[in-house]
């Protein structure tokens, strides 16, 4: 259940109930964990020193991958998943043989590995 606490022009302040009884305090940060993992500069251990009220996970994809049967065997041996990675491996490359092209493939890459957005950067691209 959502309540007003406090509402100014279009901007408000509340919180809601979750079902097992937690209370979350809105606006708020939402972390996301994708593929069972957290995305992003905080760690788990980050979050819970935080504070963290919430985060959006979504476990199916291990159910995807690597699969059901491959992540009850390995529990039954006593493994746990805490984070998983995915390694992008191309299946063919591109030769870039103009100047221009390699320079402004080079200035895209160094652009998108600047932006906070952007995590991972993977290309085809045979250097």
Known sequence: MFK??????RARRGQFSCAHGGVVQTP????????GAIKGAVSA???KDLKCQIELSN?????LRP???????????????????V???PQN???LTDDGERKNMEKLIDMLEDNDDV?????NWDQ
Do not use: C, P, R, W
């Open 28 to 35: 708020v940060f939402m972390n996301v964990g994708t593929q």
């Open 67 to 85: 699969g059901d049967d491959v992540v009850k065997a390995l529990e039954e041996k006593g493994y746990s998943f805490v984070n998983a990675e």
């Open 119 to 123: 995590q991972n950067v993977y290309h």
């Open 59 to 63: 476990t199916y994809h291990l159910h």
């Open 93 to 95: 490359y591109v030769k």
């Open 87 to 89: 390694e992008m491996v």
């Open 45 to 47: 251990h980050d979050l």
């Open 4 to 9: 007003v606490i406090k509402q100014e022009g």
